[in-house]
């Protein structure tokens, strides 16, 4: 009998040392998964397409400041540089784009999908695409190639997201999470097409200033009432200005030294 006893303890002390081990490996996995998304911010990268060196420098909120020698690296460099930090995000806006919502999440987006077809955003797209001068199209092509460098340097190690996503959708990948597809000029175009949906959100107050407008009588008065955005403030607000604070609060006043970097990332080819 005590013998038993004595057995069944260590059975409960050796389940309850498993289950310990396989939640501290869980919770490791997960912690593995998550940091595959952070952006590197210290060192240096080798970047392919790049012409010449660039600096990334970014601010105590992780703001970037990029600089380079030729405009086709700046642009690279910033396509590069937002697949870092954000390319869960447009992966997700360029399914969105496409009405292709349902390859990721299943059934339960087949309408979003079918309304977004219907509205053409890709059509439309691609329309934008074939009237872009030859200096817009660098630009687009110089930004499509950062994304891609960042792609093919992390195709099989992606992030939580694409991990949980690829195996609930069966895209495969495992661990890895699931093969992304190239990024094209045509996602990047289509973007603008989500954007300007969302930001035609606020239709009905422009209504309502165009009914004002006609009740009285000039839109000065009614600028009056709703005063526009400034358009001389800077995109990012420097400290002891109007409205500085938040993500804004650490910039410098133009003309003046940036900030002390948090972190620096430099790439070359």
Same mark, same amino acid.
């Given at each position: 009998?005590?013998?038993?006893?004595?057995?069944?303890?260590?059975?409960?002390?050796?389940?309850?040392?498993?289950?310990?081990?396989?939640?501290?490996?869980?919770?490791?996995?997960?912690?593995?998964?998550?940091?595959?998304?952070?952006?590197?911010?210290?060192?240096?990268?080798?970047?392919?397409?790049?012409?010449?060196?660039?600096?990334?420098?970014?601010?105590?909120?992780?703001?970037?400041?990029?600089?380079?020698?030729?405009?086709?690296?700046?642009?690279?460099?910033?396509?590069?540089?937002?697949?870092?930090?954000?390319?869960?995000?447009?992966?997700?806006?360029?399914?969105?784009?496409?009405?292709?919502?349902?390859?990721?999440?299943?059934?339960?987006?087949?309408?979003?999908?079918?309304?977004?077809?219907?509205?053409?955003?890709?059509?439309?797209?691609?329309?934008?695409?074939?009237?872009?001068?030859?200096?817009?199209?660098?630009?687009?092509?110089?930004?499509?190639?950062?994304?891609?460098?960042?792609?093919?340097?992390?195709?099989?190690?992606?992030?939580?997201?694409?991990?949980?996503?690829?195996?609930?959708?069966?895209?495969?990948?495992?661990?890895?999470?699931?093969?992304?597809?190239?990024?094209?000029?045509?996602?990047?175009?289509?973007?603008?097409?989500?954007?300007?949906?969302?930001?035609?959100?606020?239709?009905?107050?422009?209504?309502?200033? $165009?009914?004002?407008?006609?009740?009285?009588?000039?839109?000065?008065?009614?600028?009056?009432?709703?005063?526009?955005?400034?358009?001389? $403030?800077?995109?990012?607000?420097?400290?002891?200005?109007?409205?500085?604070?938040?993500?804004?609060?650490?910039?410098?006043?133009?003309?003046?030294?940036?900030?002390?970097?948090?972190?620096?990332?430099?790439?070359?080819?």
């Amino acid at each position: 009998m005590h013998r038993l006893t004595w057995l069944i303890k260590r059975l409960i002390w050796l389940v309850v040392i498993v289950l310990v081990v396989v939640v501290a490996l869980g919770f490791s996995l997960v912690g593995i998964l998550t940091l595959r998304g952070f952006a590197t911010t210290q060192g240096s990268l080798s970047v392919a397409g790049l012409e010449k060196p660039v600096q990334v420098n970014r601010d105590a909120n992780g703001i970037a400041f990029i600089e380079a020698e030729t405009g086709h690296d700046l642009f690279l460099a910033q396509g590069y540089v937002h697949a870092q930090e954000r390319m869960w995000q447009m992966e997700v806006w360029r399914h969105i784009s496409a009405g292709r919502l349902s390859e990721l999440f299943g059934s339960s987006t087949v309408d979003e999908d079918r309304f977004i077809r219907t509205l053409g955003w890709r059509q439309a797209a691609e329309r934008d695409l074939a009237a872009l001068s030859p200096d817009a199209r660098a630009v687009v092509d110089a930004y499509v190639a950062g994304v891609n460098a960042w792609i093919d340097d992390h195709q099989g190690s992606l992030s939580l997201p694409f991990v949980v996503t690829g195996l609930k959708a069966g895209g495969g990948g495992g661990l890895g999470g699931y093969r992304l597809e190239p990024w094209t000029a045509i996602d990047t175009l289509a973007w603008q097409k989500v954007q300007a949906w969302q930001l035609g959100g606020n239709f009905d107050n422009e209504i309502f200033r $165009m009914l004002a407008d006609a009740k009285l009588g000039e839109a000065a008065r009614t600028d009056e009432l709703f005063p526009p955005y400034d358009p001389e $403030m800077p995109v990012i607000t420097p400290s002891g200005l109007k409205g500085s604070g938040g993500a804004g609060s650490t910039a410098s006043a133009p003309g003046s030294n940036a900030s002390a970097p948090r972190s620096t990332a430099s790439a070359a080819t």
